[in-house]
């Protein structure tokens, strides 16, 4: 049996910070519209948190009984590990799916009915990333659902909850959220692409290739850090966002100078950093700019 600890390991809290940040930032342009509603970004943020943990535990399960997690290089997996049984790591990330589902029936009776569809696309992709016959994330599709989920959607929802409007500072930073949550997926994915080519998982590391990979994840990092600047001419306060670069520093490093297995480890967890601070930084000065 699992203990507690193994648990919260397994639920892998590094990764929370890409559900924080698009809902920071969402509520950032709220706030810019003067709309922000502090019990709706809560929920909008237990929506997100219980998405992200849910998602976690889901591909524990999935890529556990299909044994593409034997022999992981990165963090303890539950099932993999043959710590916790396959139908408690399951039921787990089905009672996370009900939580995000419970706070969004909530957001959306009061505010539109129309997100219970988004909800429910937002709960299908993360079960079907490495869940069901067919899952996408074995197609190299899952940057795109986390570019989606956890960049457009996720701003934009948490902002139209609040204000009932998408505004243009929140389609515009919803953009370098969604990048940054992609790359963390991308150095995830470089660092078990050797294991996962013999598994059959075809992630986007896997079809694209080493040199390739490394590129994308540049690209999508420093790349990033371009849309605040779009946003200066109508609120100057964005520069601040730009004081997350020496966050993405230490992630950056390793992925270019081609480190590789255990030694990707610490640019996962930067680029999550540098997607939180990102993110509250631009969250900051969108609301100061109101």
């Not at 929506?47 to 556990?64: E, T």
């Not at 948490?158 to 953009?175: E, H, I, M, N």
Request: proline share 6%; net charge positive; glycine share 12%.
């Amino acid at each position: 049996m699992a203990t507690a600890a193994q648990w919260v390991a397994g639920a892998r809290p590094r990764t929370l910070p890409v559900a924080v940040a698009p809902v920071a930032v969402g509520t950032g342009a709220a706030a810019n519209a003067d709309g922000a509603v502090g019990w709706k970004a809560l929920l909008a943020l237990v929506v997100a948190l219980a998405l992200q943990v849910g998602v976690n535990y889901a591909n524990d399960y999935s890529d556990g009984v299909r044994g593409t997690d034997d022999n992981r290089v990165g963090p303890m997996r539950l099932v993999g590990s043959r710590i916790a049984p396959p139908g408690q790591v399951k039921a787990a990330a089905f009672a996370c799916f009900g939580a995000a589902g419970v706070a969004g029936l909530v957001l959306a009776a009061t505010s539109s009915w129309w997100l219970v569809l988004i909800g429910a696309a937002a709960i299908a992709a993360a079960w079907g990333y490495t869940g069901g016959r067919s899952p996408y994330g074995y197609r190299g599709l899952g940057e795109i659902s986390v570019f989606v989920f956890f960049g457009l959607v996720a701003v934009l929802g948490t902002t139209y909850v609040q204000t009932g409007d998408l505004t243009a500072p929140a389609v515009v930073a919803s953009f370098p959220v969604g990048m940054l949550a992609c790359a963390v997926l991308v150095v995830n994915n470089l660092r078990d692409a050797p294991k996962d080519a013999p598994a059959g998982k075809r992630t986007l590391a896997v079809r694209l290739g080493d040199r390739a990979t490394r590129q994308l994840f540049g690209a999508l990092v420093l790349g990033s850090f371009l849309f605040p600047l779009a946003l200066v001419p109508h609120h100057p306060w964005t520069l601040l966002a730009l004081l997350a670069l020496p966050l993405a520093a230490p992630a950056l490093r390793p992925v270019l100078r081609g480190a590789s297995g255990r030694d990707l480890i610490p640019a996962l967890a930067g680029t999550a950093r540098a997607q939180f601070g990102f993110g509250l930084l631009l969250a900051f000065a969108l609301a100061a700019g109101s």
